[in-house]
């Protein structure tokens, strides 16, 4: 079986490498080795590989910036997508996308599900479901995993920001009317390798298994509270920071205004692909666990 996987680089690919080798020959390849803005790039590598699954873990994924650069944006997280779709179409492919709970406005009072109308509120998520609307257009054996607030010990984000931070300032001050599930890359990625064993086995009915599905940690969070948890926890582990919890404070998103809105409700129902793979999803705080604990063993053992 060979896998394409793009993105190498970013949080999720970095973990794929490792969930999927075992799995078949993977190809892998960096945003510049394979350019989802770059069409004839991305044709010729589908085609000279002809992948049995494509999985996509590219995309552009600057929130703010997005606002300025909507034409970049959209070429790699929509124009990219449909690109893979039709070339994994025409070799009867299949294609795991990855894609985001900002396709939704954050008003539900409840964690959305698949049925939910999305109603993107930025450039960033709205390239990103004009990129589901192509894959499941195009492609017929694609199946897009909705995910949120992704962490990991490789990469940039929320968590390695605050553990920075939390060695930097005497203080700070986090977003507490925002919530949603801190989810590793480590978790979509092992997912990811346990969905393609299924849907590969031999004479099994597979046609449950494509669509959109939800995946994200168990339980739910502020950034606020996600913060302290990250400082608390990792003064427990023996990582020693320069505040701890007492020194971080509540804000309302109001106080901090970005060039891009953020949904305040990012709660994802993962009932779906728990049910359709029988997915046990560990809960946010094992998550975070894991991943401070990997830090501590790569920077300050």
């Known amino acids: 079986m060979k896998i394409f996987i793009t993105g190498k ?30 069409e004839e790039q991305l044709r010729k ?17 600057d929130v703010d910036k997005a606002e300025e650069q909507s034409d970049l944006a959209y070429a790699i997280n929509s124009r990219g997508v449909r690109i893979i779709a039709q070339e994994a179409e025409k070799l009867n492919s299949i294609v795991i996308h990855y894609s985001t709970d900002y396709v939704f406005d954050g008003s539900k009072s409840g964690p959305y599900t698949e049925d939910d109308e999305p109603n993107p509120q930025n450039v ?13 257009n195009n492609c017929s054996r694609s199946i897009i995993l909705r995910t949120t607030w992704v962490a ?23 977003i507490s009317d925002q919530k949603g599930a801190p989810t590793s890359s480590s978790l979509i990625a092992d997912f990811t390798a346990h969905i393609i064993h299924i849907i590969t086995r031999p ?8 669509g ?27 990582i020693k920071t320069k505040i701890n919890v007492d020194c971080i404070y509540p804000i309302k998103s109001k106080e901090y205004i970005t060039p891009a809105v953020r949904p305040m409700n990012s709660c994802l129902n993962t009932e779906k692909i728990r049910s359709t793979f029988n997915l046990k ?21």
Request: proline share 2%; hydrophobic share 40%; charged share 20%.
């Open 203 to 210: 004479n099994d009915e597979k046609n449950s298994y494509y």
């Open 124 to 136: 960033y998520g709205a390239s990103k479901y004009a990129g589901e609307l192509e894959l499941l």
């Open 212 to 238: 959109l599905f939800h995946l994200a940690s168990s339980g739910f969070t502020s950034w606020y509270s996600y913060a302290a948890f990250v400082v608390s926890k990792a003064r427990e582990l023996g």
């Open 281 to 301: 999803i560990p809960e946010w705080e094992s998550e975070v666990k894991n991943i401070l604990l990997q830090i501590k063993k790569t920077k300050y053992d």
């Open 9 to 38: 680089n970013g949080q999720v690919g970095f973990d794929l490498l490792r969930a999927l080798s075992p799995l078949g020959d993977v190809y892998s390849f960096s945003s510049l080795e394979c350019n989802l803005g770059n």
């Open 45 to 61: 590598l589908i085609k000279e590989i002809r992948p049995n699954i494509i999985v996509n873990a590219a995309a552009y994924t």
């Open 152 to 174: 990991s010990a490789h990469g940039n984000n929320f968590l390695k920001t605050i553990l920075k931070l939390s060695f930097e300032k005497d203080e700070l001050k986090v």
